[in-house]
């Protein structure tokens, strides 16, 4: 089992993310993000089904997809956090991300945010960017850590783009949903990564918001790469460039967001049955 | 077994004697009285040999009168018989009375007496009455000497019961090592082969035995045969053990596992760290203890009974502490686990304390009805408690009954129900704090069934559950959780596990041991051993 | 810089600040507990004659001195548990271990003023050992002692916590491990043939560095040590909690999924502040041993270290000061009913349990904020 092999990388320190910090990734066939022939199950249960899927750098991904089609389970194994039993996944073209731990994988750029929005909810909102900003995060410098005048002002031009700048001494708690999914948002703009993986990031936002929030993806596609799971199909008409769909935990079809609807198979998965 | 035998023995005696001081008498040649009366020590000895090889039944009787110092000669030609101010002479039948002023005791010296001893053993071995003889058999296996020899051949050849042949046979065999004869000695030892006694690898020992350079046996063919079967007593015994191994590691397993099957249904079905289970299976037995105590009072003919009353009271105590302790404390902590945590430790030390204030501190007796008493004997030293037989069928029992239960009733449906999906199980009208605290009593009421099961081997104090609380604990974490298939091996494996483990490291070192592997094992089985896998389980 | 300093880093949010020795009156009560300690009780101690109304006697002496180490083990729990929110149910151990290692030293110092006046303590003599066992190699010395006292429980908690966390045990699963953790030492310390007296323990000191053990100025010269570590550790404990690092801590309590896709190996930092943890319980026995006189394995026993934990709640979890309040509090509780009411002293302990977890999840801390608050 391929879990197995990769828990020993966990003790191994020249294969912790924080040497791959430093060095970015190589992208230089375009491509950011490999999966190829992902398989996983729980108990029977085929979620992936050699799921194969290339992601461009820069590009703004939307993946869409009825209800267990693999979309959470396809960002866990993006992540570490559920380990694929057969299939590969490639970070650019020379990171296998089935030999990272989770915390190594968003050391190396890929950046996660929950479908539940996670934020620390007892740290203030200004905390929670600040544990999230990228630094050394290993034990000790976190411990010797203070804070500059530089990653101030970037806490603080992150909570200007997110609208939080009056909430931020506020306990993250307190937030309402659609705030904790910006802040969430916040958090992963100040690891850097380069790669944003969203799940579901408008649930919760009110139309004004979720208006926002496309305007906020569109500018950030190019400097980054996102990969959006969304069910609400007007927003990811909105935003879309690419449509990957996804059924039974396989790619069922990809293309402009014109072409996916007038796929017939999408529309009978979609619609019919 | 034994002495029962030897109390019917003594109660027929007098009417035997009354018999024999009549006309039987005269069957036993008046030579062989003489010479016990009157010879020196190693004419007696010959005397009692002959007494008991004759498979006399008068030769019983007249043997235990020896031994028992009621043998008396007057004079140079009286033996006489006295019992109380009775006496009659053994040589002619007759009664004597007034009793003789010359009476003397007949010398029994520590030699004579010994072989008294087994020559009654051997005498026996002719009682019409099959468990007589079998006790008998036994009895002779280890204190037998050359003297009983003829007796022993005697009673092989009239012995039809293979069992007690069996034993015969090797005692004759142990003997006979000793034979001059060679062919003897050598079908002695193949004879040995078969025994599963351990002292017979001791005696084939001393056949191999080496003394200052030569061996104490000079035939080589005799040594190689001793040494074939000593290998095979060997490996016999070898057996003998792991069976007594293996029996109380499942014994100690079926202990663990009615601790843990209560557990398993508070934490493993509600995810609720109880604590006070320990304490809970304490309750259990102190209610059997109580039962106990008012049997034999009340209804001391019916004892044996008051098991059968003890299980379902010590289940109902045990369930409505639980089920008050559930009302009263653990509701209110419903998602909050490590609070649970301390808070049933709480409880635990004041369930405690108020046994030690009720029932003071000192450990209580609680005894076993008597059809629990002894046990089954396997092999040869190797006897299974029936109260240890009996705690392994009760876990099944209960284990069943757990089963049927979960899987068969309504309120098991409910449980599992409100296990997978609480708000779910809520909205379709599942009374979901009513099936918590019946789920929770049910939980409670295992425990007080192993806390009556647990009183039957051993000690009942206040701190009885501590010593259980780890362990089962133990057990469902290596079991994994929500699965009371994984429970059970992990009851059996930790018990026979730790019994194996015990024999080649002693006690402490076993248990450490057994936890080091644990926590080895959730490195490569985090969830234990039957665990879900899935989506849910990780959030 | 102006927006930063507003939002100064607060690692105590939601926990009351005066307690947590962030407010000027943490601060003073920090300074007074310090002149206490380190001036008035040795001056009332040892310049006041006994039969003054000020002087403070050898009982108060011993209590106060016991009561600071095991404030000193609520401030490691707290650490480990109400910042980071594993609960140990397993640091008595750590305790008894550093007890145990510098028991091993005042063992060696008795010489051969043992009952058998051997060169080997008196349980080895009983045993007919004829020599130390290896592992007693070097324990004559004092600094190899100390060394001890910190590798011992930082070892094995390290090991531990490796294995641990490594497989992602969480929670009460986690709590149970250490339980058992603690019991299987408890088995092994009460073994005669382990080397470390059995039943009976370390007893008997008669000198500590030369010093007789029992003498007024050797008493207080270790109750004064006992003192400043504990406020030391206050202070490594407030600079950890308000460092960057202590926020990750909270955050691992809170929601360590967050943690790990934040970058953060959550493995290093429970390793990190577990294994402190220890170390800081190890030194708290190794100040109790030579104060009380006596270690056995009863240490060890689950239901000490259970006590660990409820003394930092009562005292207010993540609060650092409410915890060595907590165990003071408990502690004096504990031996005025012990000698009031022996027999009910577990039931106020039971209720204590019980009562605090359900009405004062915040503990003794949360009690006295609220109460500020509400006028």
Redesign the interface.
Known sequence: MSGASSREH??DPVA??TRLLGEGVDTTHRGILYLDGISVSFDGFKALDSLSLIVDAGELRCVIGPNGAGKTTMMDVI?G?TRPDAGSAYFGQTIDLSRL????I??AGI??K?QKP???????V??NL???M?AD???GP????R?D?AA?DR??STLETIKLLPE??R?AGLLSHGQKQWLEIG?LLM?EPQVLLLDEPVAGMTDAETMRSAELFVSLAGRYTLVVVEHDVDFVARIAHKVTVLHEGSVLAEGSMEQIQQNQQVIEVFLGR | MNRLVAALARGCLPGIVALLASSAMAAIAPQTIRDLAFGEGDDKIRAIGALSASGDPQALPLLQALLDGEMQTAGEEQVLLVQGDKATDLLTGRTVSPLPANRDDVVVNNRVRRSLGTAIAAAKLFAPDRSARLAAARELQNTADENMLPAITTALAKESDAEIKELLSQTRASIQLASTDRATRIAAIRTLAESSNPSTKTLLLGVLEQKSGSYVEADAEVRSEAGKSLRAVESKLATGEMIGRIFSGASLGSILLLAALGLAITYGLMGV?N?AHGELIMVGAYATYVVQNLFRRYAPGAFDAYLICAIPMAFAVAGLVGMALERC?IR??YG????????T??????L??TVR?VFGAQNVQVENPSWMSGGFVAMTGIVLPWSRIAIIGFAALVLLLIWLLLTRTRLGLFVRAVTQNRAMASCTGVPTRRVDTLAFGLGAGVAGLAGCALSQIGNVGPDLG?SYI?DS??VV?LGGVGQLAGTIYAALGLGIVNKLLEAWSGA??A??AV?VF???F???R?QGLFALRGRAME? | ?I??R??M??AT??APRYLSLLSPGGWSLYGLAAIVLFFVFPLLHLTVPADSALHISDYWVTLIGKIMCYAIVALAMDLIWGYTGI?SLGHGLFFALGGYAMGMYLMRSIGHDGVYQSDLPDFMVFLDWKKYPWYWSFTEHFGYALALVVLVPGLLAFL?GF??F????K???F???T???T??FM??F??NDTGFGGNNGFTDFKRILGFPITAPETRMALFVTTAAALLGFLLLGRW?VM???G??L??I???E?????????????KL?IWTLSAVICGIAGALYVPQVGIINPSEMS??NS?EI??WT?VGGRGTLLGPVLGAAAVNLGKSWFTKAFP??W??A??????L???FL?RGLAGLWHSRKKRP
């Not at chain 2, 430790?345 to 004041?350: K, M, Q, R, T, V």
């Not at chain 3, 999924?257 to 493995?267: A, C, D």
């Not at chain 3, 302990?349 to 019980?354: A, D, H, K, V």
């Open positions: 966990w003790d912790t993310g992540t956090k731990t989770e915390a190594e968003a050391g950046g996660r929950f996670t934020v620390f909810e007892q740290h203030s200004f905390e600040e544990l999230a990228k995060k290993r034990v976190t411990l010797r850590a804070l005048a101030r806490i603080a931020a001494a306990p958090m690891q | 760290i604590l404390v209110f902590l909050r686990p490590l609070e649970t945590l301390l808070a430790w709480g409880i635990s030390l004041i405690m304390q204030t501590q780890v604990f133990m974490v402490v070192l248990k450490i936890l644990i926590i080895f959730i490195q490569k985090p959030t | 810089m927006l930063g507003a939002f880093p607060d949010l939601g609960l531990f294995f641990a490594r497989s992602r045990i929670g009460v699963y709590s149970i491990i339980q058992a953790l019991y299987a088995l092994l009460f073994r950890i460092s960057k690092l926020r990750v909270t955050a309590r809170d929601a999924t967050r943690v790990m896709f934040s970058g953060y190996n959550p493995l290093y930092f990190f689950p239901a259970i934990a409820i709640a027999e009910y577990l039931f302990l039971g209720l204590l349990f019980i605090v977890t359900l999840p």
